[in-house]
């Protein structure tokens, strides 16, 4: 599987939406948009606009009505989300509660658990990146809850696919804990360039890391843009509503933004 | 690599279990029809008087066993809830569940040992009776059994209705004053009574599929069932017609039992779980608590002395001649190969049948269920519906035509036992699966982990422990079966039960004794080991 659409993507590929269409028996959410190759792209909107259900297309977990998802030019859809050039990290159960850190690491080279030479000190270097050396032979409840991402953004590392999908990974971390994650997805972006698509509840996430915008407003892409624009109080007056008048131009973006 | 989906190998093994199954359960029916076909006026013939009166007798001691076990587990099961905290309790409870995997003709034999014509209670009765004691044989003798049974069936499941009264209405009604009796009438009734349906139906399911029990203690054809019946019919009258006639009917009859009893709800699989006591507001008078205390102590001698029996009269065998015995060790080396073979074919399919409910469900979303997944889902639970004396009967038929019946005794007892373990099995194995795909799918499916790397790497551990606890005790089921062996039986290949019906056909009661007490006791191992493998949980991140 290492050989294969995978790995040929050496940086960021695009990701679009073409028309894709998708309802849990309810209202149909429609989704038409491309993403920022090798760019940071945070995806934001209020509960139920959809925000989980497009990661969930762009990986493969749904499968849509109609329309295309398309990763790297190639028509995606019909894949199974193990073949598919993405990597995504959830807000929980990241980890088999069973296996170390080295393991649950591995698996994201051979989900048979293989490994050769290579694989292993591809792990070591994916651990150490993440600041988790020393702990390869630890469970996950040995681990807090910011290590255990930790381990799975190092699986990320290992795999080395070209689209990077968050769906709210750091939700449940304290403030301090979580810029901690932010910048070390970060700095993995800064790199590997892959094409990173965030979900996140949290203004200060996506404008801290986040270079695009893509707002979600039942069902429908609201808006996209700049996150410089949409901060500034340029965006949309539906963003500007969702995250509140206050936080639009209380804070300079130069004083909370970190430069990736 | 393989561009499949994750989940198609998890359904496929689910229709493989479900094929084996059907072909179980398919080629019983095919040996019956054939067999009705063949000699049809002959199973005509068949419904005489004597039928009839059969059919009846079925019926009248299933009644009069339910009534006799249900009644006053209401009351038992309301003296233990009414006291949630108190010295020895879970034991109390622990040994509740004893009876539900303690083979038929273990309790049996213990009955005999107290009540019989020798037995340790008979100069008692004697006395009370006037005279001499005539032994427990017949209706009597059943009764007990049944109520030996399912009176700690009964108390625990309405104990565990009585569990889901939220502590509110309890600190509600202390607060207002409510004394016992309109606590009953307002709180306790309503929720028994909803129960009760379910629990009788359940009982009366238990007791017009029960073989063994009426086999040893119904004593003649005056107290005869349909199951009875059919064994009879096939190893001593030799009239496959007749048998014909009395399988259909037993399966009419459960059949009817068993859609009744979904009709109303009822969950039709025991459980060996402990209900948790909760926090509770009671205040209990002293009076009451006496009534209570009787009431738990009688139910607890009823349930304790046969077992009680069984270890006495075996500890007065002579076990070291036994033990010496080629025949016995025979016979134990056959019971528990046999018994390990039909435990790991249990666990199998329902392995295979909750993988693959489990991947349906996943795969249809907010869809219809299709077919398939109801057969993987409720479809299992419905071979409740024929006993195994029935599959036996069906499949005897079918091979003497073919050629040696007994030669195949082995198969038949490691795959019809494996089958009717099969709903014990899928309860212990079916929430933890489930619970493991909650918290994994995603993650496989992301990681391409899939079919025997899955299996090995990620759901093997998750599942060690319920597979254990279904072994253990689809195990226990099948060690201490009676029913298709009865069938199958020969010199050749005997198992514990076997050997122990042979030794009371020829009147060596010290001999059955002895190994009533090995079964039990072998039996009770395993079903602590289920129930200590159930309990203890993996912790997890």
């Given at each position: 599987m290492r050989d294969g659409a995978a790995s040929r993507l050496e940086k960021g590929a695009p990701v679009r939406l073409d028309k894709v269409s998708f309802s849990y028996g309810e209202a149909p959410l429609v989704f038409d948009v491309e993403f920022a190759t090798a760019k940071i792209t945070a995806i934001m909107g209020p509960s139920g606009s959809g925000k989980s259900t497009l990661l969930n297309l762009v990986a493969g977990f749904e499968t849509p009505q109609s329309g295309r998802v398309l990763i790297g030019g190639v028509d995606v859809s019909a894949e199974p989300p193990s073949v598919r050039p993405v990597s995504m990290v959830f807000q929980e159960n990241n980890l088999f509660a069973h296996l170390s850190v080295e393991q649950n690491v591995g698996l994201g080279r051979s989900p048979s658990l293989r490994l050769t030479e290579a694989d292993h000190a591809a792990i070591a270097e994916a651990l150490a990146r993440t600041g988790l050396a020393g702990k390869e032979r630890r469970l996950p409840r040995e681990l807090s809850g910011g290590e255990r991402q930790r381990v799975a953004l190092a699986r990320v590392l290992v795999r080395n696919r070209p689209v990077l999908l968050l769906d709210e990974p750091f939700a449940s971390l304290g403030p301090a804990l979580r810029d901690d994650m932010l910048d070390l997805v970060a700095a993995v972006h800064a790199e590997r360039g892959m094409t990173v698509l965030f979900v996140t509840h949290q203004p200060e996430d996506a404008r801290r890391i986040g270079e695009h915008i893509v707002f979600l407003d039942n069902g429908l892409v609201a808006a996209t843009g700049k996150a410089d624009d949409f901060f500034t109080g340029a965006g949309p007056e539906a963003f500007r509503r969702y995250i509140g008048a206050s936080a639009g131009h209380a804070v300079s973006r130069d004083v909370a933004r970190k430069r990736t | 690599m393989a561009?499949?989906?994750?989940?198609?190998?998890?359904?496929?093994?689910?229709?493989?279990?479900?094929?084996?199954?059907?072909?179980?359960?398919?080629?019983?029916?095919?040996?019956?029809?054939?067999?009705?076909?063949?000699?049809?006026?002959?199973?005509?013939?068949?419904?005489?008087?004597?039928?009839?009166?059969?059919?009846?007798?079925?019926?009248?001691?299933?009644?009069?066993?339910?009534?006799?076990?249900?009644?006053?587990?209401?009351?038992?099961?309301?003296?233990?809830?009414?006291?949630?905290?108190?010295?020895?309790?879970?034991?109390?409870?622990?040994?509740?569940?004893?009876?539900?995997?303690?083979?038929?003709?273990?309790?049996?034999?213990?009955?005999?040992?107290?009540?019989?014509?020798?037995?340790?209670?008979?100069?008692?009765?004697?006395?009370?009776?006037?005279?001499?004691?005539?032994?427990?044989?017949?209706?009597?003798?059943?009764?007990?059994?049944?109520?030996?049974?399912?009176?700690?069936?009964?108390?625990?499941?309405?104990?565990?209705?009585?569990?889901?009264?939220?502590?509110?209405?309890?600190?509600?009604?202390?607060?207002?004053?409510?004394?016992?009796?309109?606590?009953?009438?307002?709180?306790?009734?309503?929720?028994?009574?909803?129960?009760?349906?379910?629990?009788?139906?359940?009982?009366?399911?238990?007791?017009?599929?029960?073989?063994?029990?009426?086999?040893?203690?119904?004593?003649?054809?005056?107290?005869?069932?349909?199951?009875?019946?059919?064994?009879?019919?096939?190893?001593?009258?030799?009239?496959?017609?007749?048998?014909?006639?009395?399988?259909?009917?037993?399966?009419?009859?459960?059949?009817?039992?068993?859609?009744?009893?979904?009709?109303?709800?009822?969950?039709?699989?025991?459980?060996?779980?402990?209900?948790?006591?909760?926090?509770?507001?009671?205040?209990?008078?002293?009076?009451?608590?006496?009534?209570?205390?009787?009431?738990?102590?009688?139910?607890?001698?009823?349930?304790?002395?046969?077992?009680?029996?069984?270890?006495?009269?075996?500890?007065?065998?002579?076990?070291?001649?036994?033990?010496?015995?080629?025949?016995?060790?025979?016979?134990?080396?056959?019971?528990?190969?046999?018994?390990?073979?039909?435990?790991?074919?249990?666990?199998?399919?329902?392995?295979?049948?909750?993988?693959?409910?489990?991947?349906?469900?996943?795969?249809?979303?907010?869809?219809?269920?299709?077919?398939?997944?109801?057969?993987?889902?409720?479809?299992?639970?419905?071979?409740?519906?024929?006993?195994?004396?029935?599959?036996?009967?069906?499949?005897?038929?079918?091979?003497?035509?073919?050629?040696?019946?007994?030669?195949?005794?082995?198969?038949?007892?490691?795959?019809?036992?494996a089958v009717m373990a099969m709903p014990f099995a899928l309860r212990a194995v079916r929430p933890a699966y489930d619970a493991a795909s909650e918290r994994h799918e995603r993650l496989c499916a992301q990681l391409g982990i899939a079919g025997w790397n899955r299996l090995m790497l990620v759901d093997w551990p998750s599942l060690r422990r319920p597979l254990a606890t279904a072994f253990a005790f689809a195990m226990a089921l099948s060690l201490g079966d009676l029913g298709v062996i009865a069938l199958f039986g020969s010199d050749s290949v005997q198992t514990l039960p076997y050997l122990l019906l042979a030794r009371m056909g020829s009147y060596r009661t010290e001999d059955a004794a002895g190994l009533a007490l090995l079964l039990g006791l072998v039996c009770l191992a395993l079903i602590v080991a289920a129930h200590w493998l159930g309990r203890e949980k993996v912790r997890d991140a």
């Amino acid at each position: 599987m290492r050989d294969g659409a995978a790995s040929r993507l050496e940086k960021g590929a695009p990701v679009r939406l073409d028309k894709v269409s998708f309802s849990y028996g309810e209202a149909p959410l429609v989704f038409d948009v491309e993403f920022a190759t090798a760019k940071i792209t945070a995806i934001m909107g209020p509960s139920g606009s959809g925000k989980s259900t497009l990661l969930n297309l762009v990986a493969g977990f749904e499968t849509p009505q109609s329309g295309r998802v398309l990763i790297g030019g190639v028509d995606v859809s019909a894949e199974p989300p193990s073949v598919r050039p993405v990597s995504m990290v959830f807000q929980e159960n990241n980890l088999f509660a069973h296996l170390s850190v080295e393991q649950n690491v591995g698996l994201g080279r051979s989900p048979s658990l293989r490994l050769t030479e290579a694989d292993h000190a591809a792990i070591a270097e994916a651990l150490a990146r993440t600041g988790l050396a020393g702990k390869e032979r630890r469970l996950p409840r040995e681990l807090s809850g910011g290590e255990r991402q930790r381990v799975a953004l190092a699986r990320v590392l290992v795999r080395n696919r070209p689209v990077l999908l968050l769906d709210e990974p750091f939700a449940s971390l304290g403030p301090a804990l979580r810029d901690d994650m932010l910048d070390l997805v970060a700095a993995v972006h800064a790199e590997r360039g892959m094409t990173v698509l965030f979900v996140t509840h949290q203004p200060e996430d996506a404008r801290r890391i986040g270079e695009h915008i893509v707002f979600l407003d039942n069902g429908l892409v609201a808006a996209t843009g700049k996150a410089d624009d949409f901060f500034t109080g340029a965006g949309p007056e539906a963003f500007r509503r969702y995250i509140g008048a206050s936080a639009g131009h209380a804070v300079s973006r130069d004083v909370a933004r970190k430069r990736t | 690599m393989a561009p499949a989906h994750s989940t198609d190998s998890r359904v496929s093994a689910g229709i493989v279990a479900l094929a084996a199954i059907a072909l179980l359960i398919g080629g019983a029916f095919a040996g019956l029809l054939f067999e009705g076909v063949h000699d049809f006026s002959g199973a005509w013939a068949a419904f005489d008087p004597y039928l009839l009166r059969v059919i009846r007798f079925t019926l009248w001691q299933a009644a009069l066993s339910t009534l006799l076990s249900v009644a006053p587990a209401l009351f038992v099961a309301r003296a233990l809830s009414r006291h949630p905290r108190f010295f020895g309790r879970a034991f109390i409870l622990q040994l509740f569940a004893v009876p539900l995997a303690l083979p038929a003709i273990v309790a049996a034999l213990g009955i005999l040992a107290l009540y019989g014509r020798a037995g340790y209670f008979a100069g008692v009765l004697a006395v009370i009776g006037g005279g001499s004691w005539p032994g427990i044989y017949g209706l009597s003798g059943i009764l007990v059994a049944h109520v030996f049974f399912n009176l700690p069936l009964a108390t625990r499941l309405f104990l565990e209705a009585l569990q889901t009264i939220p502590s509110d209405q309890w600190r509600l009604a202390s607060q207002l004053g409510m004394a016992a009796r309109p606590a009953f009438r307002l709180i306790e009734w309503p929720t028994l009574r909803a129960a009760l349906p379910g629990v009788a139906g359940l009982v009366f399911m238990l007791c017009i599929t029960s073989f063994t029990i009426v086999l040893i203690l119904g004593g003649g054809p005056a107290a005869t069932t349909l199951e009875v019946g059919i064994y009879q019919a096939l190893r001593f009258d030799f009239d496959p017609a007749r048998a014909v006639t009395l399988t259909l009917l037993q399966i009419a009859l459960t059949f009817i039992v068993v859609l009744a009893l979904t009709r109303l709800g009822a969950n039709v699989v025991g459980d060996t779980n402990l209900p948790v006591a909760q926090r509770r507001y009671l205040s209990v008078n002293r009076s009451e608590t006496w009534l209570n205390a009787m009431l738990i102590a009688l139910a607890l001698l009823f349930v304790v002395a046969p077992m009680a029996a069984t270890v006495m009269a075996g500890l007065g065998a002579d076990l070291g001649r036994l033990a010496g015995e080629a025949t016995v060790r025979q016979a134990t080396l056959t019971s528990v190969v046999l018994a390990f073979l039909s435990a790991l074919l249990s666990v199998t399919l329902s392995l295979a049948l909750t993988m693959a409910r489990r991947a349906l469900a996943l795969n249809r979303r907010a869809g219809r269920k299709t077919m398939l997944e109801h057969a993987t889902d409720t479809g299992a639970g419905f071979v409740l519906v024929v006993p195994p004396i029935v599959v036996g009967a069906g499949w005897f038929l079918l091979l003497r035509h073919v050629g040696d019946v007994f030669a195949i005794a082995p198969v038949m007892v490691v795959t019809v036992n494996a089958v009717m373990a099969m709903p014990f099995a899928l309860r212990a194995v079916r929430p933890a699966y489930d619970a493991a795909s909650e918290r994994h799918e995603r993650l496989c499916a992301q990681l391409g982990i899939a079919g025997w790397n899955r299996l090995m790497l990620v759901d093997w551990p998750s599942l060690r422990r319920p597979l254990a606890t279904a072994f253990a005790f689809a195990m226990a089921l099948s060690l201490g079966d009676l029913g298709v062996i009865a069938l199958f039986g020969s010199d050749s290949v005997q198992t514990l039960p076997y050997l122990l019906l042979a030794r009371m056909g020829s009147y060596r009661t010290e001999d059955a004794a002895g190994l009533a007490l090995l079964l039990g006791l072998v039996c009770l191992a395993l079903i602590v080991a289920a129930h200590w493998l159930g309990r203890e949980k993996v912790r997890d991140a």
